[in-house]
């Protein structure tokens, strides 16, 4: 009867095939093992995304710039050529944007009086600035002197002022050498004005109004008794 009841008896490979336990067991790992796997992959993605290079993430967008807001227009534009009067002879004359206040500047006239540009005060300006020293100045100065006799008023007058060490003297006998007629004598011995008016070489001629403010200035030598140069002088005397 024993051996009967181990006949009857499975086998322990045969219950551990049969039973549904460990085969339960295997597929919950195996799902835990996945789940596992993809939480990995996942995890590792969201890193990259945050820390990877920089054109991974998102940039805000950069907000549009304002319109620059124009200028103020001028009736007298700055600038080589910009205004229509600043052609010809007067293409390199450079108009201010306003008429500007000019610092004070002494300097002598022949008799040795001290004099500033308000002694001009109501009349229209050409301030010339030249040394006795500087060819182009000597260039120059021959139209200056005939642009004096065509439009010199009490109204107009160009004011030749020579600023060098050599003082009335030095520019006495400058203007006899060029033959000038029409141009007073003036002069400056400390040679000062030419920094006070920010003269950045010579000659430089600075066209002036009635209130004593400056157009606009021409650097380097010109024709000044041309019809481009009357035109310009015209255009303030109006």
Same mark, same amino acid.
């Given at each position: 009867?024993?051996?009967?009841?181990?006949?009857?008896?499975?086998?322990?490979?045969?219950?551990?095939?049969?039973?549904?336990?460990?085969? *339960?067991?295997?597929?919950?790992?195996?799902?835990?093992?996945?789940?596992?796997?993809?939480?990995?992959?996942?995890?590792?993605?969201?890193?990259?995304?945050?820390?990877?290079?920089?054109?991974?993430?998102?940039?805000?967008?950069?907000?549009?710039?304002?319109?620059?807001?124009?200028?103020?227009?001028?009736?007298?534009?700055?600038?080589?050529?910009?205004?229509?009067?600043?052609?010809?002879?007067?293409?390199?004359?450079?108009?201010?944007?306003?008429?500007?206040?000019?610092?004070? !500047?002494?300097?002598?006239?022949?008799?040795?009086?001290?004099?500033?540009?308000?002694?001009?005060?109501?009349?229209?300006?050409? *301030?010339?600035?030249?040394?006795?020293?500087?060819?182009?100045?000597?260039?120059?100065?021959? !139209?200056?002197?005939? *642009?004096?006799? %065509?439009?010199?008023?009490?109204?107009?007058?160009?004011?030749?002022?020579?600023?060098?060490?050599?003082?009335?003297?030095? !520019?006495?006998?400058?203007?006899?050498?060029?033959?000038?007629?029409?141009?007073?004598?003036?002069?400056?011995?400390?040679?000062?004005?030419?920094?006070?008016?920010?003269?950045?070489?010579?000659?430089?001629?600075?066209?002036?109004?009635?209130?004593?403010?400056?157009?606009?200035?021409?650097?380097?030598?010109?024709?000044? %008794?041309?019809?481009?140069?009357?035109? *310009?002088?015209?255009?303030?005397?109006?």
């Amino acid at each position: 009867m024993l051996f009967g009841v181990q006949e009857l008896k499975p086998r322990a490979s045969e219950m551990a095939d049969n039973d549904p336990t460990p085969r *339960l067991n295997r597929t919950a790992l195996a799902t835990t093992l996945g789940a596992a796997g993809i939480a990995a992959i996942a995890g590792f993605a969201s890193v990259y995304v945050t820390v990877g290079r920089p054109d991974n993430a998102v940039r805000p967008t950069a907000a549009a710039p304002a319109p620059p807001q124009a200028e103020p227009k001028s009736a007298a534009p700055a600038g080589p050529g910009a205004n229509p009067l600043s052609r010809g002879e007067m293409a390199a004359f450079v108009f201010r944007q306003t008429p500007e206040a000019l610092p004070e !500047a002494k300097f002598q006239d022949a008799t040795g009086v001290e004099r500033t540009l308000e002694s001009w005060r109501g009349k229209v300006v050409l *301030l010339n600035l030249w040394a006795t020293w500087c060819l182009p100045c000597r260039k120059e100065m021959p !139209a200056l002197d005939r *642009l004096q006799r %065509d439009l010199g008023s009490d109204r107009f007058e160009v004011v030749a002022v020579s600023v060098d060490r050599t003082g009335l003297q030095g !520019a006495r006998k400058f203007l006899d050498e060029t033959k000038v007629e029409k141009l007073a004598l003036y002069a400056d011995g400390t040679a000062r004005m030419g920094s006070a008016l920010r003269a950045a070489g010579l000659p430089v001629t600075i066209l002036i109004d009635r209130e004593g403010r400056e157009v606009g200035r021409l650097l380097g030598p010109a024709e000044w %008794d041309s019809e481009d140069a009357k035109r *310009l002088i015209r255009s303030v005397l109006q």
